[in-house]
């Protein structure tokens, strides 16, 4: 981004409304109002304040909100989604944004007012505003399931992008085992065995997620071609008997030092010559933006492990050859937010 000067006013103000912007955004979703429209486009305010059951006035202030940021247009007394809030926020949409606006509204948003705090602190104190004792939000989540729902609907909705880029870009056809660290509700897995047929995949991960996800799999009937195991690993060494695994959007997360021993264990459970694929965002080298990554740091610190970092490149191939790997290489994803697949090939 460019550097603010005393002549952008409109960007220094913005920068002042932007929790008003977002909570524009998140309380229309909450409502269903982008999905209201879609079924039901040109309606007054009064008829949108009859169907969301809402007084005028508050139907009166939501509507303008949404309207000056862009979200809405008018014709007459009558309003449309944008283009934009129709294919994004609308639910009449199947690849939507609204669970990674709820994340953002239910998980993120009342503990990253205490961004200076933990900046002090350097810890994750904004996860004081999630009930629980675990010492990091993914534990913490799995004691508050409804709030466990919001996060795994989001990364879903980031996963079905990322294993489709996959699917499309690797070449995973010499591979018969891959290991998916922190891979969640398997949706990397399920699409990448769909797409090998001679692939197993294992998902690790906490044992509350690979409860459910195991569920999830008999359903589909994926669950001769996907097994979801329960485990820690960083109390234990990762499982071995694999010739290929994958760290999607999960080591950033992480101090340095867990980053490292991590990065150690995978050469350890992998056989000489198997791959490992790394999904991450990045940082410019000259550690000076961007701005999704930006946003990814003060996550990390102030909510979901008090320690994690985005890094550079030159950081990751010094990792990843004191760890025992060579052959490293990346390309970026689709999507412009500085995200990554790195891999290389265990020595």
Not at 207 to 236: H, I, K, N, W, Y
Not at 311 to 329: D, K, V
Request: with cysteine; proline share 5%; net charge negative.
């Amino acid at each position: 981004m460019k550097e603010l000067t005393e002549q952008d006013e409109n960007a220094i103000l913005d920068l002042f409304l932007g929790m008003y912007y977002f909570q524009f955004l998140a309380s229309a979703v909450e409502l269903d109002l982008f999905t209201l429209l879609s079924r039901s486009p040109g309606l007054t305010r009064d008829e949108v304040a009859e169907h969301l059951k809402l007084e005028n006035q508050p139907a009166r202030i939501l509507l303008l909100g949404c309207s000056a940021v862009g979200l809405l247009r008018k014709e007459g007394d009558r309003y449309f989604n944008t283009s934009g809030a129709e294919r994004f926020f609308s639910k009449a949409h199947p690849a939507n944004m609204v669970p990674a606006v709820r994340m953002a509204n239910h998980i993120q948003y009342r503990p990253m007012a205490r961004f200076a705090e933990a900046l002090k602190a350097n810890t994750n104190v904004g996860l004081q505003e999630i009930p629980g004792s675990a010492s990091n939000l993914y534990m913490r989540l799995a004691e508050n399931p409804p709030l466990e729902k919001i996060f795994h609907e989001m990364m879903s909705l980031v996963s079905f992008g990322t294993a489709a880029f996959l699917a499309e870009t690797l070449d995973l056809s010499r591979h018969r085992r891959l290991l998916d660290v922190g891979g969640g509700e398997a949706v990397n897995a399920t699409i990448l065995a769909g797409r090998w047929p001679d692939l197993h995949v294992t998902v690790l991960d906490l044992p509350t997620v690979a409860e459910s996800t195991r569920a999830r799999l008999a359903a589909q009937g994926m669950a001769e071609r996907v097994t979801a195991v329960g485990g820690d690993c960083f109390a234990e060494e990762l499982p071995g008997g694999f010739d290929a695994m994958l760290f999607s959007r999960f080591l950033s997360i992480w101090s340095e030092e867990k980053v490292r021993s991590l990065l150690a264990k995978a050469a350890r459970a992998l056989r000489p010559g198997a791959s490992l694929y790394v999904i991450e965002a990045l940082q410019d080298d000259d550690e000076m933006g961007p701005p999704f990554v930006a946003h990814l740091c003060a996550y990390f610190l102030t909510l979901a492990s008090g320690e994690g970092m985005v890094r550079t490149w030159p950081e990751w191939m010094s990792w990843l050859e004191e760890a025992g790997f060579q052959s490293f290489s990346r390309r970026p994803l689709p999507g412009g937010m500085s995200e990554f697949l790195i891999e290389a090939v265990r020595v």
